[in-house]
């Protein structure tokens, strides 16, 4: 009302032709009408605080509760599931086969008979062997009855005895070789392979058969050398076989850490054990996946990565304390897993911290939060 009263007042008191005189005084009047009509009209003045100066809007932000949280490490890795224990038995002389006697599925034991190999030539060679020894003996048990009465010299009867060692000799070389032509089970186990088929000529250490020790699998994964150093034997591991999906998860545990890596890809071997194993369902190759904590990290207390910033080589968090304003808190950082970021000094639980833009805040703004987690 007191502005639009004096826009009125100015609009009657506009110049009109009368004398100049009463120009004059009508324009000190027109100003002073001016100057208060501007003082009027202009804006509420801002509350003062105590100090004297104006009190800034409380900013809205969001804030996390400081509490104990678990930044652990975990890998997954995926290889397929093995014996522990496989054997490949191979042929240790050359021939064909006259009888193959198991197939792949078959559970046997060590010295079962799983195949012959057509080695007549050899048992042919061992009877003239035989034969060849049965003459050298009664050779030589002439000669010592010679030698006891001294009628040849020593000279021939060290002879005598040599070649009796030798066809000796050659009775086991024979002996050994007719042996070969038996394929037999060194392990107690289960035919995972069979690679020949009776009739089939076969070379010396061709592989003919593989048996598996199927009481124990595992699974031998590739990990990564930065990874690797914090794994330990009996560690466990969470095991997950698609295969058997109702059976999931299964326990395993670190069985050996390989002492080298390999050439190409730089991964080191761990070996993980599978206990009753096929109680479960397992079978060799099926695909397993393995979770392993590799870097245990739980109940350290943490913050959000984009609340933590560095000014000057210090780090540093906004706290919100008690009155609702903000507290520039340095901090000791560790490590930064995810979204998350160790805090290892410098904030206790319970603390209120800002959860974005550190540096665009001030100390001592006062803040409203909008949104607080835990």
């Known amino acids: 009302m007191l502005c639009i009263g004096v826009a009125g007042t100015i ?51 969001q804030a996390i509760e400081v509490a104990p949280r678990d930044l652990s490490r975990r890998v997954q890795v995926s ?27 078959d559970e046997v034991s060590a010295g079962q008979l799983l195949a012959t190999i057509d080695v007549r030539e050899q048992q042919a060679e061992l009877n003239r062997a035989r ?72 070379s010396r250490h061709e592989a003919l058969f593989s048996i598996a020790d199927l009481s124990s699998l595992v699974v031998r994964l590739g990990v990564s050398e930065l990874d690797v150093r914090h794994l330990s034997f009996g560690d466990a591991v969470v095991v997950q076989i698609d295969a058997v999906a109702d059976q999931n998860p299964l326990a ?48 350290v207390l ?18 919100i304390n008690g009155d609702e304003r903000l507290e520039r808190r340095v901090i000791e950082p560790g490590i930064l897993r995810g979204a998350w970021r160790e805090v290892r000094a410098g904030l206790e639980v319970g603390d209120r911290v800002v959860s974005a833009n550190p540096l665009e805040m001030n100390a001592g703004d006062r803040v409203r939060i909008v949104e607080l987690s835990g």
């Open 131 to 202: 034969a060849r020894l049965d003459e050298k003996q009664a050779s030589f048990e002439r000669m010592e009855q010679l030698k006891a009465r001294d009628y040849i010299d020593a000279a021939s009867y060290e002879a005598a005895r040599a070649e009796l060692a030798i066809a000796e000799s050659e009775l086991e070389l024979w002996q050994t070789r007719v042996e070969f032509g038996s394929v037999n089970a060194s392990i107690d186990g289960t035919v995972v392979g069979r690679y020949v088929e009776p009739g089939e000529a076969i």
């Open 11 to 61: 609009e009657q008191i506009q110049p009109s032709p009368i004398t100049f005189k009463m120009r004059r005084e009508n324009g000190i009047l027109v100003a002073a009408a001016l100057a208060f009509a501007l003082v009027g009209c202009g804006s509420d003045p801002e509350p003062e605080t105590g100090s004297g100066s104006p009190e800034r809007r409380a900013l809205p932000v």
């Open 302 to 319: 943490a913050v959000p990565a984009g609340s933590v910033a560095e000014s000057q080589g210090e780090y540093f968090v906004m706290v």
């Open 79 to 105: 290889a397929p599931v093995e014996p522990m224990r496989t054997i490949r038995l191979a042929a240790r002389t050359e021939g064909v086969l006259t009888e193959v006697l198991v197939e792949e599925g």
């Open 252 to 299: 395993g545990m670190v069985r050996r850490i390989f002492p080298a890596a390999e050439p190409d890809s730089r991964l080191i071997t761990v070996e993980v054990e599978v206990p009753d194993a096929l109680e479960h369902g397992l079978r060799p190759g099926f695909l397993a996946r393995a979770h392993m904590l590799v870097d245990q990290r739980e109940d």
